[in-house]
């Protein structure tokens, strides 16, 4: 059974079009995580979620749009893609923010190539 | 930005123990030492974390200094399915620590039969 989840993969798209990845995570946990790894390897924080509510923004543009229909799902969508927004990216989950000691188990990636 | 240094690759022979060392000299009282994993096309996977004193799991070890200013993880017998990229990162333990783990370079390690 995989804890967290994500599709499509792979994704191959144009410029400016508009995408979204899916994450579901069967841990129960309440926070779920959008990271961008790019192609220097350096991942990085986007979003994190609490039970379906935005607690980290870290100045990612607002052609990013992360949605949250329950607090196992969290969607990222992506509007007017540019060719910068080519990386892989993963979501992750964790019991909660609060929690002192609070690992983070992550999906495999979805690699999105924008030409 | 990562508050941690790490040296940028290593190799280590199947078999023996991979010392991965990490500097983190502006680590506050408060803060907890993470090591975490990346193999080739996967996502990152927790390994082990510790605040100030020695800490063992099935994956690993972890030494922390006494003055908490570096510490190091230990595969004690590295296999080559442990070849991956290794991040130390330190997080604040407080409850106002919003979960984001901020990850640095980390340390390239291939182990070689």
């Known amino acids: 059974d995989t804890a967290v989840s994500q599709t499509p993969k792979y994704l191959v798209t144009q410029m400016g079009n508009d995408k979204s990845i899916k994450c579901e995570q069967n841990?129960?946990?309440?926070?779920m995580y959008w990271y961008k790894q790019d192609s220097k390897k350096f991942l990085k924080i986007m979003f994190s979620?609490?039970?379906?509510?935005?607690?980290i923004n870290e100045t990612v543009p607002n052609r990013f749009s992360p949605k949250s229909p329950d607090k196992a799902h969290l969607n990222l969508h992506i509007n007017s893609l540019e060719l910068g927004d080519s990386a892989v990216y993963f979501c992750?989950?964790?019991?909660?923010?609060?929690?002192?000691?609070?690992?983070?188990?992550f999906g495999p990636g979805t690699r999105l190539t924008v030409l | 930005d990562a508050k941690t240094t790490q040296p940028t690759s290593m190799d280590c022979a199947e078999g023996r123990a991979a010392n991965l060392p990490c500097n983190h000299s502006?680590?506050?009282?408060?803060?907890?030492v993470y090591w975490y994993r990346q193999i080739h096309s996967q996502g990152p996977q927790y390994i082990i974390h510790g605040l100030k004193n020695n800490e063992t799991n099935e994956m690993a070890s972890l030494i922390i200094t006494e003055d908490r200013k570096s510490s190091t993880l230990i595969l004690p017998h590295a296999t080559l399915r442990d070849t991956a990229v290794y991040y130390c990162?330190?997080?604040?333990?407080?409850?106002?620590?919003?979960?984001?783990?901020?990850f640095g370079q980390g340390t390239t390690l291939q182990v070689k039969p």
């Open positions: 979620y609490n039970n379906k509510e935005l607690i």
């Open positions: 841990l129960g946990h309440d926070t």
């Open positions: 990162i330190v997080r604040p333990s407080h409850s106002g620590n919003t979960g984001k783990l901020i």
């Open positions: 502006t680590i506050s009282g408060n803060e907890y």
């Open positions: 992750a989950s964790s019991q909660g923010s609060s929690l002192i000691m609070d690992t983070q188990y």
